[in-house]
C-alpha cells in the first residue's frame, strides 16, 4: 500500500530562520512521482516540485530546497531565510509509476513565520 | 495553476439541496481529478475521468455523489441531498499526458452546508 507521512502537524518559526518540512513515504512501485504542494490561507493548491523516483539529486530553487533519499524515503522541504509570505500548509503527496495519476496526500504541515 | 477553473468559488447549501461543481480543465488537457479536503485534513482523491469516460472511482462515496466529464463542457461533480458532513473544499485538478506527471490544480470550490 502506498502512505505518505509528515508527522509534524504544525511548525512555527520566527522570521528569517531555516525551517525543514519532514515527509516519509512508504511505496512499492520501482517507479513513482513525489511532489511537493503549498496551500496558502486564500485556500488554493501551488506545485512547487515533482520528483521521480530515479533522479535523487537534491534541488534548489530560491530559498526552498528539497532532499530525497530513496533509502530513507524521504523527501524534505527545507525553506532557508523564511519570510511571513511562506506561511500556508505544505502537502507531500505521492503517485505511481502507472497510468492511473492518483496522487496520495500526506495530512500536510502548517508552517506559521513569525515576524 | 490559474488554467484550471473552477466554480463557483463557494456554494451554501442546505441540507438536502443538490450541489453541482464546474471545472474547466488546462487548454489542451484531457484529464480531470476531483479531489475533497475536508477541514484540517489533507486531500482525498475521488475520482479519475478522461472525457466521457470515469477511469477510477474508487474514492467516490457509493451514495450520492457522481461526476461526468462530457465531450464538451467541463467536468462536473454533482452531490444529491447534501449533508453537513459534505462541507469541504472540492478540488478540481488536470493533467495532461504528456506533462511529465504533474498534476495542476484548480482553486477550490469550498461547499458549505446548513
Known amino acids: 500500500a502506498q502512505k505518505v507521512t509528515q508527522a509534524q502537524t504544525e511548525i512555527s518559526v520566527v522570521e528569517k530562520e531555516d525551517v525543514t518540512l519532514d515527509c516519509v513515504y512508504e511505496t512499492r512501485d520501482t517507479t513513482y512521482y513525489l511532489f511537493w504542494y503549498k496551500q496558502p490561507p486564500s485556500g488554493e493548491l501551488v506545485f512547487l516540485i515533482r520528483r521521480n523516483s530515479f533522479d535523487e539529486q537534491n534541488e534548489i530553487s530560491g530559498r526552498y530546497s528539497w532532499n530525497f533519499q530513496k533509502s530513507t524515503s524521504s523527501f524534505n522541504f527545507t525553506i532557508t531565510a523564511s519570510q511571513v509570505v511562506d506561511s500556508a500548509v505544505y502537502f507531500c503527496?505521492?503517485?505511481?509509476?502507472?497510468?492511473?495519476?492518483?496522487?496520495?496526500w500526506g495530512a500536510g504541515t502548517k508552517l506559521i513565520i513569525k515576524p | 495553476n490559474a488554467g484550471v477553473m473552477q466554480n463557483p468559488r463557494h456554494l451554501v447549501r442546505r441540507r438536502g439541496q443538490e450541489a453541482r461543481l464546474r471545472c474547466s480543465p488546462m487548454k489542451g488537457h484531457s484529464h480531470v481529478y476531483w479531489y475533497r479536503q475536508l477541514p484540517e485534513e489533507g486531500l482525498k482523491f475521488m475520482v479519475y475521468l478522461q472525457k466521457e469516460n470515469i477511469i477510477d472511482e474508487s474514492g467516490m462515496p457509493k451514495e450520492r455523489f457522481s461526476a461526468e466529464f462530457p465531450k464538451e463542457g467541463p467536468s462536473i461533480l454533482r452531490i444529491q441531498q447534501v449533508v453537513r458532513g459534505d462541507s469541504a473544499a472540492y478540488f478540481c485538478a488536470s493533467l495532461r499526458q504528456d506533462s511529465g506527471n504533474t498534476i495542476y490544480f484548480g482553486e477550490g470550490s469550498w461547499l458549505t452546508v446548513v
Open positions: 503527496a505521492l503517485s505511481g509509476g502507472d497510468s492511473n495519476y492518483q496522487l496520495i
